[in-house]
C-alpha cells in the first residue's frame, strides 16, 4: 500500500464503517443522522501542543462544545490500537472517542495513507522506519444523509500527502455550523 490521498471527494456518499474505539467497543461512522466529524491523525503521541498530533486532537477538543452543540458527532481516527488510544486520550483529557483502523481501510478510502516510516527517517537521524504506513493527516465532515460536505487532506505544494501540515478548523466548523460559525 504506497502513499495516496484517498479517493472520495465532496458530494460522494461516506462509506460506512465500524471501528473499535479506546474502550474497545465497537462505533459505527459516520454517525446516522447527525453530522459527522472524522479526524485523521497520523500516531497517537506524537507532535505537541504548537504542532502535530496531539495540537490536532487538542484544538478539536476545544472546539468540540460548539460542534456537539450543533448536534455533530466527533471522532478521531488512525492505525494505533485501542490500548494507545485510552492513554493519550486521557492524557489529553479528549471528549470525543477515538477509533482504531488498524488495517488503515477506512483512511485509504477518506484521506489515504503516508509512509510516515519514510517521512521520520528523513527529517532526523533514525533509519529503518520506511514502510511503516499511517493514515494521512486529514478531516472530513458528514452531513446528516451520510454526503461528504467538506474534506481537506494534509498535502505538500507538489499535492502529495504531507502529515506534517494541521487542518484550519474554521472550515470545519464551517461545514457544520453552517452561517452560525464564529470564525
Given at each position: 500500500m504506497a502513499s495516496s490521498i484517498g479517493a472520495l471527494r465532496v458530494g460522494d456518499?461516506?462509506?460506512?464503517?465500524?471501528?473499535?474505539a479506546s474502550d474497545f467497543k465497537n462505533v459505527s461512522v459516520?454517525?446516522?443522522?447527525?453530522?459527522?466529524?472524522?479526524?485523521?491523525?497520523?500516531?497517537?503521541?506524537?507532535?505537541?501542543?504548537?504542532?502535530?498530533?496531539?495540537?490536532q486532537m487538542a484544538t478539536?477538543?476545544?472546539?468540540?462544545?460548539?460542534?456537539?452543540?450543533?448536534?455533530?458527532?466527533?471522532?478521531?481516527?488512525?492505525?494505533?490500537?485501542?490500548?494507545?488510544?485510552?492513554?493519550?486520550?486521557?492524557?489529553?483529557?479528549?471528549?470525543?472517542?477515538?477509533l482504531s483502523d488498524s488495517n488503515l481501510k477506512v483512511a485509504q478510502q477518506y484521506v489515504g495513507t503516508v509512509d510516515l516510516g519514510a517521512m521520520i527517517d528523513a527529517r532526523t537521524r533514525t533509519?529503518?522506519?520506511?514502510?511503516?504506513?499511517?493514515?494521512?493527516?486529514?478531516?472530513?465532515?458528514?452531513?446528516?444523509?451520510?454526503?461528504?460536505?467538506?474534506k481537506y487532506v494534509s498535502t505538500d505544494t507538489q499535492g502529495a500527502p504531507d502529515p506534517g501540515v494541521l487542518p484550519d478548523l474554521g472550515p470545519v466548523k464551517e461545514a457544520v455550523l453552517g452561517a452560525r460559525a464564529k470564525l
Open positions: 456518499r461516506a462509506p460506512c464503517c465500524t471501528l473499535p459516520p454517525v446516522a443522522g447527525r453530522k459527522t466529524v472524522l479526524a485523521f491523525f497520523p500516531a497517537a503521541f506524537s507532535g505537541g501542543p504548537e504542532k502535530g498530533c496531539e495540537c478539536l477538543n476545544k472546539e468540540l462544545q460548539e460542534l456537539t452543540a450543533a448536534g455533530a458527532a466527533v471522532v478521531g481516527i488512525s492505525r494505533e490500537l485501542p490500548f494507545t488510544m485510552a492513554a493519550w486520550a486521557q492524557k489529553l483529557g479528549l471528549q470525543f472517542p477515538l533509519r529503518g522506519l520506511a514502510g511503516y504506513l499511517s493514515s494521512n493527516r486529514g478531516v472530513v465532515v458528514v452531513d446528516e444523509r451520510g454526503m461528504v460536505i467538506y
